[in-house]
């Protein structure tokens, strides 16, 4: 088993709908998570972090976390088409951070 | 605050030449890590430093492949023979592990090895 699951998509959702990014993770002792943004030739970026279970919101993004079911996610409320890029998460093991491969979204107008 | 500062952004080289690639991390930041991208193999940590000492280099693909951090400000990975197959994106990342601190990422250096 992967570390870190990722569904490499695409995930297509149309301009203003919410789009769902799922992360499962295999280690147990993760505290932190974080969610990065990669558009098609840039590096990636950081978008969201959570640390404790349940909801966290900034702007469109909410993060969701579930330790005991291993379980992170994204939502992104009224996507945009200059949402699409590949979404990685990154379980933080305390002395590095373990990425994921990431899922494509794809927000068609 | 520069962010982290990758040089060069671009390189083109024949088989068998040597590769350098540089890092500069974000000042006061204690950890540096090294990552190659491709589209078969998505993001790969190669290695990475804990106060200028390495920690793992489980990552590094063969004895081609070598990176050193003489300083808490710069780091190099050198690839000495390049082959093709070295050909991809390069990102060097930092982060302070005081705790629950995030990654930053440098805007990679793209290789191709013709």
């Known amino acids: 088993q992967k570390e870190v699951e990722q569904n490499s998509g695409p995930l297509s959702v149309p301009e203003g709908a919410i789009a769902s990014l799922n992360c499962t993770y295999s280690d147990r002792v993760s505290q932190s998570f974080f969610w990065y943004r990669q558009y098609s030739g840039k590096s990636p970026e950081l978008i969201m972090s959570?640390?404790?279970?349940g909801d966290k919101e900034d702007g469109r993004f909410t993060a969701q976390l579930n330790k005991a079911s291993q379980y992170v996610s994204l939502l992104i409320r009224d996507s945009q088409p200059s949402d699409s890029a590949t979404y990685l998460c990154a379980p933080d093991l305390t002395d590095k951070l373990i990425f994921g491969t990431g899922t494509r979204l794809q927000v068609f107008p | 605050d520069a962010g982290v500062i990758q040089s060069p952004r671009h390189e083109v080289t024949e088989m068998g030449q040597e590769v350098t690639l540089r890092c500069k991390p974000i000042s006061g930041h204690n950890s540096l890590f090294w990552y190659r991208q491709t589209m078969m193999r998505g993001l790969e940590l190669l290695i990475y430093f804990n106060n200028n000492v390495p920690i793992d280099d489980s990552g590094m693909p063969e004895d081609r492949f070598s990176a050193k951090m003489p300083n808490a400000s710069f780091s190099t990975l050198k690839i000495q023979p390049s082959e093709p197959r070295d050909s991809a994106v390069y990102f060097c990342?930092?982060?302070?592990?005081?705790?629950?601190?995030?990654?930053?990422f440098g805007d990679g250096t793209r290789l191709s090895i013709l």
């Open positions: 990342a930092s982060r302070w592990t005081g705790g629950n601190q995030p990654q930053h």
């Open positions: 959570i640390y404790s279970n």
